[in-house]
């Protein structure tokens, strides 16, 4: 039992030393944000259909947005309930099923935003259903950079 502790000890020992040499973090996120950013590619989307290939959540010191990359441009109408703000889109589908999760932001100050999800309904409608801590003015844009559009739903600070 005793070398087991021993080995044990070494490996931690070695493990903190490697840790402590390390180089510093790398640089900044540099993934999909609302400004743009490359996911991996998508198949072509069906006739008549857009894919969401990215839900994504952005705070800065202006405020917070949720943003969602689609592959084309969507109609949409947006709807509050409360402390809930639901954007409907005709002709979406999520990409990948992964991004059907919700995206839980109740962690992250000063955003009036705790969690957002995206929901499959009927006759190829996508609802993005956002939380909201407390009422909130919002404005909602669309913006297209390369080849994705962005629908974005900016919260004031």
């Known amino acids: ?29 540099a993934g999909v944000t609302s400004q743009g950013g490359e996911p991996p590619s998508p198949k072509t989307p069906p006739p008549g259909m857009q894919y969401v290939t990215w839900p994504g959540f952005n705070v800065s010191e202006g405020g917070s947005e949720v943003f969602l990359q689609l592959t084309g441009p969507v109609t949409y109408k947006e709807q509050s309930k409360g402390h809930r703000l639901l954007v409907t889109m005709d002709n979406a589908r999520v990409y990948l099923k992964n991004n059907l999760r919700p995206v839980i932001t109740s962690s992250f100050r000063g955003t009036p935003v705790s969690r957002f999800r995206l929901r499959p309904l009927k006759k190829g409608q996508l609802r993005l259903e956002i939380s909201l801590r407390r009422k909130s003015a919002h404005t909602l844009t669309v913006r297209t950079v390369g080849q994705y559009h962005y629908l974005i739903v900016t919260f004031p600070r």
């Open 1 to 29: 039992m005793s070398i087991l502790r021993c080995s044990l000890c070494v490996v931690l020992l070695l493990g903190l030393g490697a840790m402590a040499s390390a180089e510093p973090a790398g640089p900044p996120y």
